[in-house]
């Protein structure tokens, strides 16, 4: 439980990154590409 609990705040942290980076107008190509990694590892929870 707690795994999945922390491979969920791996993906969870670059989208927050990304957000506000987005937000002050600087869109990444990093974080995209390695939420597209994370992303399929926290969806199932």
């Known amino acids: ?5 922390w491979i969920f705040h791996l993906g969870y942290m670059p989208f ?6 987005t937000n002050e107008g600087f869109p990444l190509e ?3 590409s390695l939420m ?5 590892f926290a969806a199932p929870q």
């Not at 597209?36 to 399929?40: C, D, G, N, Q």
């Open 1 to 5: 439980m707690s795994l999945l609990r």
């Open 16 to 21: 927050v990154i990304y957000m506000g980076m």
């Open 30 to 32: 990093q974080p995209i």
């Open 36 to 40: 597209s990694v994370l992303l399929p």
